[in-house]
C-alpha cells in the first residue's frame, strides 16, 4: 500500500533564506510524485512532478525538489523564500491502477 | 478557457436529506476525482474514475456514490449526508493517473 509523511506540519522561515519541506512515501511499485501548493482560500496548484524522468524535478517559481530512491524521500527546495510563497504544500503519490494518496500538509510561513 | 467547474460552492443542509455536487471538466481528460479536504488531514480520495462507466473506491468512500455515464461529468451523491461529512470537496480531472490533476474550486458543505 502506498503512504505519504510530510515530515513537518508548519516551518517558518526569514524572506530570502532558503526552504525545505520534507516528504517520504512508501510504495511498492514506481511511483509518480508530485507537489502542489494551496494558497489560503485558493485551488490547488502542480508545482512539480516526478515520473521516473530525471530524479532532480525543476518546478515553477524557483521550487525544485529530489527523488531519492534509497532514501524513499522526495524533499522540496527553494533557495530563496518570498512572502509570496506562504501557503499550504502537499507531496502526493501515485502508481498505475491505485488510488491517490495526499500528505497531511505543510504550511510555510514566511518572517519578514 | 480549460476547467472544472462544481456546484454548488457552498451547501447547508439537514442531516438524512440527499444532495448531488456535480462536477464537469472541458479538456477531454480521462482520469477524474473527487477529494473532501479536512484541516489537519490533507486531501483524501473519496472516489475516482479512470474512464467512462469506470468507478474505483479511493480512502475514505462510506457514505458517498459515485457515476461516470459521460466522460465530461463525475457527480458526487450523498444520499444520507451526516454532520460528519461537513467538509472542502474538491473535484479534479486529469489525461491519467500520473499526469497533472486540475482542481474545480472547491465545494463547502455543512451538514447540520
Known amino acids: 500500500a502506498q503512504s505519504v509523511t510530510q515530515l513537518d506540519s508548519h516551518v517558518s522561515v526569514s524572506e530570502g533564506t532558503p526552504v525545505l519541506l520534507r516528504c517520504n512515501y512508501s510504495?511498492?511499485?514506481?511511483?509518480?510524485l508530485f507537489w502542489y501548493v494551496q494558497h489560503p482560500n485558493k485551488g490547488l496548484q502542480l508545482l512539480l512532478k516526478?515520473?521516473?524522468?530525471?530524479?532532480l524535478v525543476k518546478g515553477i517559481n524557483g521550487f525544485e525538489a529530489e527523488f531519492k530512491k534509497s532514501e524513499t524521500s522526495f524533499h522540496l527546495t527553494k533557495p530563496s523564500a518570498h512572502m509570496s510563497d506562504a501557503a499550504e504544500y502537499f507531496c502526493?503519490?501515485?502508481?498505475?491502477?491505485?488510488?491517490?494518496?495526499f500528505g497531511k500538509g505543510t504550511r510555510l510561513h514566511i518572517l519578514p | 478557457e480549460a476547467q472544472v467547474t462544481q456546484n454548488p460552492r457552498y451547501l447547508i443542509t439537514v442531516t438524512g436529506k440527499k444532495l448531488t455536487v456535480t462536477c464537469s471538466q472541458n479538456?477531454?481528460?480521462?482520469?477524474m476525482s473527487w477529494y473532501r479536504q479536512d484541516p489537519g488531514l490533507g486531501l483524501r480520495q473519496i472516489y475516482y474514475?479512470?474512464?467512462?462507466?469506470?468507478?474505483d473506491k479511493g480512502d475514505v468512500p462510506e457514505g458517498y456514490k459515485v457515476s461516470r455515464k459521460e466522460k465530461r461529468n463525475f457527480p458526487l451523491i450523498l444520499e444520507s449526508p451526516s454532520p460528519n461529512q461537513t467538509s472542502l470537496y474538491f473535484c479534479?480531472?486529469?489525461?491519467?493517473?500520473?499526469?497533472?490533476?486540475?482542481f474545480g474550486p472547491g465545494t463547502r458543505l455543512t451538514v447540520t
Open positions: 479538456m477531454n481528460h480521462e482520469y
Open positions: 474514475s479512470m474512464n467512462v462507466e469506470v468507478t
Open positions: 516526478y515520473t521516473s524522468a530525471a530524479t
Open positions: 502526493v503519490v501515485s502508481h498505475q491502477d491505485d488510488k491517490i494518496i
Open positions: 479534479a480531472s486529469s489525461g491519467n493517473w500520473n499526469y497533472e490533476q486540475y
Open positions: 510504495s511498492s511499485y514506481s511511483p509518480s
